[in-house]
């Protein structure tokens, strides 16, 4: 008898007991418990998506605790499927922690992780654990022991982790939520590199009982969704949250210094967050600060962590020291918990997570207390810029993914340049939430809002205000070609001359000539909106208003190839043919291969021959 032949719905499993035994051709009379052998994890192909995306090491059910009966209300998670990553205890199954050689030297669980046990309770499935980096290590999702969970959103790239298994579950559909740690970006990173959300609560107010360390001053359990009424309530479960709470005004802060650290454009994140604020009640318009000279200058502990050659007045810098500040005490702690066990069993590591291992258990720790006082400064620092009322607007990660099996070299890069960015929330214990906004040059972009600590109701109402609104601005510029700007900013003259190229390609000249007018109100020292306008005016026949801004973009730019054709032809169309042959003979000494000067170039010497 398969597997595949016993009928899952007849299973019933006590809740109290959830080990799940194989019954292969054997029927047990009362109760049939069933499990799943793990999944195969290996390629067939470079680019073939694994069963399940491979987001599973290890499939079982947990049932739900049975509901009770009327008029007892509805169990707030009921008909909810989820998946937990391998560091959440199942009484009588092994927490593996990503690791073989950890699961082979340890015993099963006696008693099943408070978190999931209270996922149960209020009426959710569980449907089996997920693979993540080994020993809760690294922030790339890969594992060489069971494989890498394939990124349903880009299937050649990495999905981030430690968390990834989960991310992938729900970003594949397999599930409608998951949970799995985030330290110093476990959920965060997978979830912005997969386009789902993800919370990072506040630290300690989700209970770690029966979920294995990696550093427990940093450790929280974070949730994965691709709703936001789903994240909501699991996030009303698990924080154990009031359901009513008086309205607040929201103040939205952007971090303008780290999204210079980012390739998620700024300036079309901005825009998208003023235009939902300005249609919710409540919101403030989006005010701009500095946080990296705002941390340096109230985290005055940090000074023990810049390097020496570094200059300690970059706000670039002091996330670098905020960022080894947190690796430091992270190592640490990870030393502590796993010391013993690493030098006695000496695991079997994978390449990328070794490094990073074997620097934990080999650091020195010199200066402990300080470790202890830049997250005690920078709660602080952070409650105080937030209070009750303040949303921080930045980039979730800096960098894309990186494709599977990168170099050293680009990992080392990448990870510096994401924990600039990780740290701020992992040292200050606030809460963080990462929302899809869109793609970036194909890739998925997350963009984050933290609140202060304990204020994690509040986030939570926020994403699910703001989410359905910030989608429809998000959806409503995806179809826009990206700026050209080397930063991959877009100010907002740029959107709007976007806007006008895209009514211009729909034949909408009077609405093309509208946004162009906008941007050159916005900036009139650019001559490509004058030149695009130009060309918008010469569908609608407007010659005299075209040739005024082919001249006035030809005074901007002196090379402008398009503005010469476009003011030749607006002439040639009132009969100004020597003018006309002027503007093209310009266009071909700085274009000589250009076929339309050439054509016009030829026409028009025989008229004015």
Partial sequence: MSLKSVNLEKLKINVSNPKVLIVIGVSVAGILILTAETRRRRLKGRHTVKED???????????????????????????LTFAINDVFDVKEYVSGFGNPDWKRTHEEAGKTAIVVTTLLKNGATCVGKTVMDELSFGITGENSHYGTPTNPAM????????????AVAVAAELVDFAIGTDTIGGVRIPAAYCGVLGFRPSHGVISTVGVLPNSQSLDTVGIFARDPSVLHRVGHVLLQLNPVEPRRTRRIIVADDLFQLSKVPQQK????????????????????????????????SLKYFHEQTSNPQKGTNTLKALSSAMLLLQRYEFKTNHEEWINTVKP????????????????????????????????????????????????????????????????????????????????????QATVPFGKHED?????????????????????????????????????????LDLNGNMDASEL???????????????????????????DESNATFYCNRAAAYLELGCF???????????????????????????????????????DF???????????????????????VS
């Avoid at 211009?504 to 509208?514: H, L, T």
């Fill in 269 to 300: 994140t901005v825009y998208i967050v003023s235009k939902v604020t300005e249609k919710l009640s409540g919101y403030q318009p989006p005010k701009h600060m500095n946080i990296g000279q705002y941390i340096l200058s109230n985290v005055p």
């Fill in 496 to 522: 709007l001359k976007e806007k006008g190229n895209a009514a211009y390609k729909g034949r909408q000249w009077n609405k093309a000539v509208s946004y162009y007018t906008e941007a050159i109100k916005l």
């Fill in 544 to 582: 005299q208003q075209a040739e005024e801004d082919c001249s006035r973009a030809i005074s901007l730019d002196k090379k402008n190839v398009k503005a010469y054709l476009r003011r030749g032809t607006a002439r040639e169309s009132v009969l100004y043919y020597k003018e006309a042959l002027q």
């Fill in 443 to 483: 890739c998925p972009v997350g963009v984050s809002f933290i609140a202060f600590h304990g204020s994690d109701k509040f986030l939570l109402d926020t994403v699910l205000d703001m989410y359905q609104s910030l989608q429809g601005q998000v959806s409503a510029i995806t179809s826009l070609p990206p700026s």
């Fill in 53 to 79: 995306y491979g987001a599973f090491v290890e499939r079982f059910e947990l049932l739900p605790f049975p509901q009770l009966p009327p008029p007892a209300a509805k169990q707030l998670l009921s008909g």
């Fill in 155 to 166: 299937p050649s790239y990495i999905p981030g982790g430690p968390s990834g298994g989960s």
């Fill in 348 to 431: 079997r590591l994978g390449s990328g997570v070794f490094d990073q291992i074997h620097a934990a258990i080999t650091a020195q720790h010199e200066n402990i207390k300080a470790y202890y006082k830049v997250r005690t400064e920078m709660r602080a620092a952070l409650c105080s810029l937030l209070k009750d009322d303040g949303i921080l607007v930045l980039p979730t990660v800096a960098d894309t993914p990186l494709k599977l099996n990168s170099k050293k070299a680009m990992l080392s890069e990448f990870h510096d340049r994401a924990f600039a960015l990780l740290s701020i929330t992992t040292m200050s214990g606030c809460c």
């Fill in 585 to 607: 003979k310009h266009a071909l000494v700085l274009e000589p291969q250009n076929k339309v000067a050439k054509g016009a170039e030829k026409r028009l010497r025989k008229l």
